[in-house]
Nanobody, 125 residues
Framework: QERLVESGGGLVQTGGSLRLSCAASGRTFRSYTMGWFRQAPGKEREFVAAILWNGRSTDYADSVKGRFTISRDNAKLTVYLQMNSLKPEDTAIYYC??????????????????WGRGTQVTVSS
């Protein structure tokens, strides 16, 4: 069982930046695809970004392309989400997730086996 803990959320003004972190508990993290999802009030949870185990491939939702960057440090067992040019519509609880299937860059919640509890991001207008 992989334990994931998100941090770095908070309140920021429109146009501001935040960096989310997700710390994993075990070294098997290094073999997992990692993803970020978010859920806004009254909406379904949606895909934000994903990164392959070796960091060589990433994917993003269209709504965040060019503004968000996903990265990972396997030595630190941590995945990051750098969020720039934030908009009020980015307000949501952000979750990180781990996919045990090798070499899959999953875009769907069903692809992921482990989830963190989330961190709140609020962007004020």
């Amino acid at each position: 069982q992989e334990r994931l803990v998100e941090s770095g959320g908070g309140l920021v003004q429109t146009g501001g930046s935040l960096r989310l972190s997700c710390a994993a508990s075990g070294r098997t993290f290094r073999s997992y695809t990692m993803g970020w999802f978010r859920q806004a009030p009254g909406k379904e949870r949606e895909f934000v970004a994903a990164i392959l185990w070796n960091g060589r491939s990433t994917d993003y939702a269209d709504s965040v392309k060019g503004r968000f960057t996903i990265s990972r440090d396997n030595a630190k067992l941590t995945v990051y989400l750098q969020m720039n040019s934030l908009k009020p519509e980015d307000t949501a609880i952000y979750y990180c997730a781990a996919d045990r299937t090798p070499a899959r860059l999953g875009l769907y919640q069903e692809n992921y086996d482990y989830w963190g509890r989330g961190t709140q991001v609020t962007v004020s207008s």
